[in-house]
């Protein structure tokens, strides 16, 4: 390991350039590694399946608030429900990507 040519401190300590793969934690078999980033990324994976159904709970919320402001003729409503669907259907895009990576990332992992 060698240290950075910035010398940074991080809480008193010198920030330490190290490959990756060398990063060994004490009392852990070498190749735990990769088994740490999997549990991590079905962990990710499940916050985000969350977040989805929250995200998708709201826009369906918004969505029936839209027909009843366009059963109403009230024009304003429409347009503001609309820019909140917008916005949700921005943010399921996003978590989609999102899980899209993870599932790129760990082929193998059983995410879907």
């Known amino acids: 390991m060698t240290v950075s040519q910035r010398e940074q401190y991080l809480s008193g300590r010198v920030i330490v350039d190290a490959p990756r793969s060398s ?4 009392g852990e078999p070498p190749g735990a590694a990769p088994h740490r980033d999997l549990r991590q990324a ?3 994976q499940d916050v985000l399946a969350e977040l989805r159904a929250a995200v998708n709970e709201e826009l369906s919320h918004h969505c029936a608030a839209r027909a009843e402001h366009e059963q109403n003729d009230n ?3 429409m347009r503001r429900c609309e820019r909140f669907i917008r916005a949700k259907e921005s943010e399921l895009a996003t978590i989609d990507e999102l899980m899209e990576a993870l599932c790129c ?3 193998t992992s059983g995410l879907t």
């Open 23 to 26: 990063a060994v934690h004490i």
């Open 42 to 44: 079905e962990y990710y």
């Open 75 to 77: 024009a304003v409503g």
């Open 105 to 107: 990332r760990f082929p």
